[in-house]
């Protein structure tokens, strides 16, 4: 049986399954992304923005469309699956516009003669991705690789099938050429394969700490450069004299939006003393009048998790920590009379270094409260795990928040708002996090050739 189906988790019903690749597939698809690297590393800029920015338009045209799939492949509701076809749209239409600024030639000083750097594309890419956010995290890899002129070829995640040819169709029907995005339904095994074809110049992952490392091994092996976006378990610190109000909102948002599958959701409230049982009372207040809802609902704010697998991973962390000692402040858990992969909101502290969950990755509606006595113990609890992802500080203090910025062991820090995304800023982190950025100035460096032309005349 194929790895690749449609299975809604609202319903817990398979609506559709897709054939895997044969060997046969695998070769040709490497075959075909080579063949279209030789022309298609020739093509103007402005004719490969041309192309990106129809991406761009036709993203916006079908977005209530595409957001509907995304629901019942992976059960986003629908208005954060609209969210993120727009941003789709911006990173195609960022990398359109500044191209051709962002791989110019540098210019070095030098005593004698003359020195610069060009950048040129390396060739046939592989990419991995995962399912929490099916559109989005394949832009960020295509639209700065294929505007500096490299080929792709691209592994979804199982649970997204139909995602998967509908971003081959859209971006068809934007006049990219054959064989410069390729779609390919591999088994892990096929995986491997592929990072290890002499043709194939590079490889990024986005998913787990366990598939980077597998990744990062045969990449290794085959001496293949490998860009790794992986878990998160993001502080979210809130200083004394922090807007408690709307830190309780942006925590909400940051926690539970995408129904708390991100890898850079506001995994651990970490709260001075002086203002903990305020913002504990509002968060709370506010977690228990949540609700389940349809995810195709324009309304639904928490929608089904991505699997029931996924759902009894989180419940056995939950389990696992109550087991240990932390105190449950809204109880939550799985919702065992509904078919699907329904799994209510939970707040958890008391969570301590003894537990396993203190430095998981709790990747759903899970929350845990940390007390800090003062924000230099809030670093500390924020700097004590191995992620390094991200992290987002409340305060209206400017000097305070450069401070505790400066402190954190993350790749991304954001002040007075959650954690997020936008097309023009570097995406990434450091530790177990790993390594490598996406988006921003930054994504379009990770795969090309910086060759040095000096001229010693």
Same mark, same amino acid.
């Given at each position: 049986?194929?790895?690749?189906?449609?299975?809604?988790?609202?319903?817990?019903?398979?609506?559709?399954?897709?054939?895997?690749?044969?060997?046969?597939?695998?070769?040709?698809?490497?075959?075909?992304?080579?063949?279209?690297?030789?022309?298609?590393?020739?093509?103007?800029?402005?004719?490969?923005?041309?192309?990106?920015?129809?991406?761009?338009?036709?993203?916006?045209?079908?977005?209530?469309?595409?957001?509907?799939?995304?629901?019942?492949?992976?059960?986003?509701?629908?208005?954060?699956?609209?969210?993120?076809?727009?941003?789709?749209?911006?990173?195609?239409?960022?990398?359109?516009?500044?191209?051709?600024?962002?791989?110019?030639?540098?210019?070095?000083?030098?005593?004698?003669?003359?020195?610069?750097?060009?950048?040129?594309?390396?060739?046939?890419?592989?990419?991995?991705?995962?399912?929490?956010?099916?559109?989005?995290?394949?832009?960020?890899?295509?639209?700065?690789?294929?505007?500096?002129?490299?080929?792709?070829?691209?592994?979804?995640?199982?649970?997204?099938?139909?995602?998967?040819?509908?971003?081959?169709?859209?971006?068809?029907?934007?006049?990219?050429?054959?064989?410069?995005?390729?779609?390919?339904?591999?088994?892990?095994?096929?995986?491997?394969?592929?990072?290890?074809?002499?043709?194939?110049?590079?490889?990024?992952?986005?998913?787990?700490?366990?598939?980077?490392?597998?990744?990062?091994?045969?990449?290794?092996?085959?001496?293949?450069?490998?860009?790794?976006?992986?878990?998160?378990?993001?502080?979210?610190?809130?200083?004394?004299?922090? &807007? *408690? @109000? /709307? +830190?309780? %909102?942006? !925590?909400?948002?940051?926690? #539970? $939006?995408?129904?708390?599958?991100?890898?850079?959701?506001?995994?651990?409230?970490?709260?001075?003393?002086?203002?903990?049982?305020?913002?504990?009372?509002?968060?709370?207040?506010?977690?228990?009048?949540?609700?389940?809802?349809?995810?195709?609902?324009?309304?639904?704010?928490?929608?089904?998790?991505?699997?029931?697998?996924?759902?009894?991973?989180?419940?056995?962390?939950?389990?696992?920590?109550?087991?240990?000692?932390?105190?449950?402040?809204?109880?939550?858990?799985?919702?065992?009379?509904?078919?699907?992969?329904?799994?209510?909101?939970?707040?958890?502290?008391?969570?301590?270094?003894?537990?396993?969950?203190?430095?998981?990755?709790?990747?759903?509606?899970?929350?845990?409260?940390?007390?800090?006595? &003062? *924000? @230099? /113990? +809030?670093? %500390?609890? !924020?700097?004590?795990?191995? #992620? $390094?992802?991200?992290?987002?500080?409340?305060?209206?203090?400017?000097?305070?928040?450069?401070?505790?910025?400066?402190?954190?062991?993350?790749?991304?820090?954001?002040?007075?708002?959650?954690?997020?995304?936008?097309?023009?800023?570097?995406?990434?982190?450091?530790?177990?996090?790993?390594?490598?950025?996406?988006?921003?100035?930054?994504?379009?460096?990770?795969?090309?050739?910086?060759?040095?032309?000096?001229?010693?005349?």
């Amino acid at each position: 049986m194929s790895d690749y189906q449609v299975t809604n988790p609202a319903t817990g019903e398979v609506e559709a399954t897709y054939p895997t690749a044969t060997e046969q597939d695998i070769q040709q698809v490497i075959e075909k992304a080579e063949n279209a690297y030789k022309d298609w590393r020739g093509v103007e800029l402005s004719e490969r923005s041309a192309i990106l920015h129809k991406v761009a338009d036709i993203y916006l045209e079908r977005q209530d469309e595409l957001a509907d799939i995304i629901a019942k492949e992976m059960g986003k509701p629908v208005a954060q699956g609209k969210g993120e076809i727009g941003l789709v749209a911006e990173i195609y239409r960022y990398y359109a516009d500044n191209a051709e600024k962002l791989l110019a030639p540098n210019k070095i000083d030098v005593d004698d003669g003359s020195a610069f750097v060009e950048k040129f594309p390396v060739g046939v890419l592989f990419g991995i991705m995962p399912w929490n956010y099916p559109h989005y995290q394949v832009a960020r890899f295509v639209a700065p690789n294929a505007m500096a002129g490299n080929t792709i070829i691209l592994k979804h995640a199982p649970q997204c099938p139909q995602t998967a040819e509908v971003i081959v169709d859209i971006l068809r029907d934007a006049g990219l050429p054959e064989g410069v995005y390729n779609n390919i339904f591999a088994t892990n095994e096929q995986a491997a394969t592929i990072i290890h074809d002499s043709r194939v110049q590079g490889v990024s992952l986005t998913g787990s700490e366990r598939a980077g490392a597998a990744v990062a091994k045969e990449a290794g092996e085959a001496l293949k450069k490998v860009v790794l976006e992986l878990g998160g378990s993001d502080a979210f610190i809130v200083a004394e004299d922090a &807007d *408690i @109000e /709307q +830190a309780v %909102k942006n !925590a909400i948002t940051g926690r #539970f $939006g995408n129904t708390g599958q991100a890898c850079n959701a506001a995994k651990r409230l970490i709260v001075v003393d002086a203002v903990h049982d305020k913002f504990v009372e509002g968060f709370t207040d506010a977690v228990k009048n949540m609700s389940l809802s349809d995810p195709l609902d324009k309304k639904t704010f928490i929608g089904p998790l991505s699997s029931k697998a996924a759902a009894t991973n989180l419940q056995q962390q939950l389990d696992s920590a109550i087991q240990g000692g932390a105190t449950v402040l809204v109880e939550g858990g799985m919702v065992k009379d509904k078919p699907g992969a329904w799994f209510k909101p939970a707040v958890l502290t008391d969570v301590t270094e003894s537990m396993d969950v203190y430095r998981e990755e709790l990747f759903g509606p899970v929350a845990v409260i940390y007390k800090a006595k &003062d *924000i @230099e /113990q +809030a670093i %500390k609890i !924020a700097n004590d795990v191995p #992620f $390094g992802l991200g992290a987002s500080i409340q305060t209206q203090d400017p000097a305070l928040a450069t401070e505790i910025a400066d402190k954190l062991e993350v790749g991304m820090v954001t002040i007075n708002a959650p954690s997020g995304s936008e097309a023009n800023t570097p995406f990434g982190g450091v530790k177990r996090s790993g390594f490598g950025r996406e988006l921003g100035h930054l994504g379009i460096t990770e795969f090309l050739n910086y060759k040095l032309i000096r001229d010693m005349s």
